[in-house]
């Protein structure tokens, strides 16, 4: 019976945490951008990714979001599950797994712009839910927007496991769905940051 209630439940914000804390996916400490601001939280989302069963669970359970939209539920299968990057591409292929979907795409930074594979605009082209690992400011959701409306097609879902609360909560409409909304803070500097003023050690992280 447990076994038949879970495959109903989404795991609450604070079980997603515990999963992303467990696997190094969410770390707390001292954190320095390249860019100088400084964190005493970072998020390196793939780490999480890398257990097969961490990441069923956690695409088990965003699609779990997609699967109760009504719009969505009765488009499927015919619905193009959509990654911005890299990060997104496990994200996509879990959910696209558990809606059973008929397509993936994911685009990729080539000479500094985001872009699909050459010829993917060919052949049949479905609505589509955007998936990525984390949304920080909203800028790759954004690009992806672009490329989908590029596309011809229609955006039918947007989520991720993880979203900035700073981050727009919906695109063209469409509510962002998320299992955990994280209020990041950034100091802008080292003279701001409480974690330089009590002397914890600094890591730089690359992005
Ligand atoms: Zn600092």
Partial sequence: MAAALGVQLIPSPEEIMQILKRTG??????FVYPTGKHTAHYFQ??????????ARVLAVALSRKFRVNRDIASQLPKVSIISPS???????????????AQQIYWAEQ?????MYRQYV??????????????????HAIEETV?????????????????????????VE??????????DAKYYESAE?????????????VRF
Avoid at 192 to 204: D, I, L, Q, R
């Fill in 110 to 114: 080539e000479n500094g712009k985001r």
């Fill in 192 to 204: 701001a940051c409480s974690e330089c003023k009590k002397g914890v050690p600094e890591e730089h």
């Fill in 45 to 54: 989302m793939p780490l999480a990714f890398r257990y097969y069963d961490t």
């Fill in 86 to 100: 890299s990060g997104g591409i496990p994200v996509a292929f879990g959910v696209r797994d558990a809606l059973s």
């Fill in 25 to 30: 996916a969410f770390r707390e400490g001292h």
């Fill in 173 to 182: 409409g469409v509510k962002i769905e998320s299992l955990v909304e994280f």
């Fill in 146 to 170: 672009e490329l989908v409306r590029g596309l011809g097609s229609s955006i039918t879902g947007c989520g991720a496991i993880v979203r900035f609360t700073s981050a727009p909560d919906q």
């Fill in 121 to 138: 605009n060919q052949g049949d082209i479905n609505p589509c839910i955007i998936v990525d690992d984390i949304i920080r400011s909203g």
